[in-house]
Every structure is written in C-alpha cells, then in structure tokens.
C-alpha cells in the first residue's frame, strides 16, 4: 500500500477508555508493514480558571505532560520493534497537531472518533472535522471500538471532475483503498454518482435531443470510469462497482449503511480561492451522516491555512 513512513498517532485517554484503542492498534499493524516511524502526539489543554495562576500554571502543566508522556510509554511497552517518539504538548488540539506535521513533515494523521454527543450523536467532533478541512497530509479517522479488521472498505470516485487537479485524486483515492482492502483482507466497493440531468437546462429541447445528450453524456461517464480503472491496480481483489444516479450527499451514506462499510476513503477539496477549507455541501455533509471510520486524501497543490 502506499508507503506511509513517518505516521503520527494523535491520542488521549479517552480514546482507549473501554477496550484499548483502535487507532492505536492499526498505526502500529502499519508502522510494522511499513517500517515507519511512530508518532505518539498527546495535546493537554491549557489549565483554566485559578488554574492559570503565574505561579502555579507551570508546576501543574509539566506535572501533567510527565503523567501523560508516563501514560504513552506505558502504552508502548511490549511494542519494541518499532521506530516510536513520544511527544506531549500544551495547546488548541487540531493546531497542534497541523504544527507537529509541518514541523516533522509526517505523511499520515491518524485520530479517534470524538463521538459528541448533541441533539444526535456525530462521530466526528471539532478535532476532526478540522483536521480533515486543513491538515496538508492524508487524515484517517478510525471509528472506536470498531470490529477489526475491516470487512467492507468504499471508495467514492467524481469521474465527472473536470478540474485537472481535483480529478487526480480519483486514481489515488482508489489505488489507496485497494491496498487497503488487500492489508485487511476486506472486500472493496467503488461509487461513483452521476447528477441527475436539470430540466432547466433541457427545457427547450426536443425529446429525441435530449434522450442523445444523456446518450452522449453516459458514454463519456462510462469511457472515463474505465480510463480512471485501468491507472489502477485491483490485483486480488473484485471491486463492486457502485455507478448511481443522485447527489452524493446522499448516495454515499445511503451505501455506507445499506453495505455496513467499515472505512470510508474520499478525497476533500479546497474551494476555489479559499487556501485550507473543504467544499462544504459535498464531503462534510457526507462526514456528518456517516457511523464508519474515514480515510481523507487532499488535492495537489493543498496549502494549509495553519502556521507554525
């Protein structure tokens, strides 16, 4: 699979609360294939209220950060045969993080679901959501206590991207989860969604013009999914090609359940002239129905918005 060699891990207690901790378990199962470094990120937050008092803040934050780092070594004791640093830092969590990976240069980010808890349950909290809008490098979201290993893994194509740049996410987005689906040993599925045709823009046309132009316009979909396939390599597996008409704030969820998907791989793209944000009513929307584990990928050329 892609070779991720120098992975950070962002993780707090409350992310091995129940039965250990699931991204824990697959960074290292990574960092062994791979032989890559280890990144153990913890961030405190900064002390509140009289706890911020000059003379007592410094005391109580590095006691803290030493019980924290305690804590990790503790969690890596019977990992010796791999490549681990420990680091703890005080601070706003997601910018940390971005921080650490433009500091380290690190190729992967993988964080638990936050699961909070509101007038319905979302998986994916403030830490997340930001990760996945503004961190430079490849973010997995691995959902807690999820079943291990993956069973089903989807990746959601946009053959229709006329944008070179975003159009060269497909063929990573896909070859991504097939070594995926290959390291887990899971079936792999691929989705792609048409738009529905609007009638405005068909209003004045015959009905014989209109049924060529959807003629026409399937036969070009069909030609760049089989063009986007064959940069591919499925070797060993059997994709299931899921090719649907619809939005895909809606078609993607609807086979994330219908299919019980386990992880979800998706690109995420910048709006035109904002450095550093995802297109809100595409893969958020998305990330906010969705009960899997998620595996985002940024465009080429992706500046982040976070500086050091």
Request: charged letters at 25%; one cysteine or more; proline letters at 5%.
């Amino acid at each position: 699979m892609q070779q991720f060699n120098n992975i950070l891990l962002d993780i707090q207690p409350e992310d091995s609360e129940v039965k250990g901790s699931v991204a824990l378990d697959k960074a290292i199962t990574l960092a062994k294939k791979n032989g890559s470094k280890l990144t153990l990120f913890s961030v405190l937050k900064e002390p509140l209220g009289l706890f911020r008092n000059e003379t007592l803040a410094p005391q109580l934050l590095a006691s803290a950060i030493e019980e924290r780092r305690e804590w990790l070594q503790g969690l890596m004791v019977k990992y010796d045969d791999i490549d681990v640093t420990i680091h703890v830092i005080e601070g706003i969590r997601y910018l940390e993080i971005i921080r650490q990976v433009l500091r380290e240069q690190h190729d992967l980010v993988i964080t638990s679901t936050e699961e909070n808890k509101g007038i319905r349950t979302r998986l994916f909290g403030t830490t997340s959501m930001n990760l996945m809008r503004q961190c430079p490098c490849p973010v997995w979201v691995v959902k807690r206590n999820q079943p291990q290993p993956y069973k089903r893994i989807l990746a959601a194509v946009d053959p229709t991207e006329s944008d070179v740049k975003k159009d060269s996410l497909n063929p990573l987005i896909l070859q991504l989860a097939a070594d995926m689906a290959r390291k887990e040993n899971a079936e792999l599925h691929i989705i792609g969604v048409k738009d529905s045709m609007d009638r405005r823009y068909v209003r004045r046309m015959t009905k014989e013009d209109v049924k060529e132009l959807i003629s026409r316009l399937e036969s070009e979909y069909d030609q760049r999914i089989d063009n986007l396939l064959k940069q591919v390599d499925f070797a060993g597996l059997n994709p299931q090609m899921h090719l649907v008409d619809g939005n895909p704030v809606e078609r993607i969820p609807e086979l994330v359940v219908s299919d019980d998907i386990d992880l979800l791989v998706m690109g995420t793209v910048c709006r035109t002239g904002i450095t550093g944000f995802l297109i809100g009513n595409t893969a958020e929307v998305v990330f906010d129905q969705v009960n899997c584990s998620v595996l985002t990928l940024k465009p080429e050329g992706f500046v982040t918005p976070v500086t050091l």
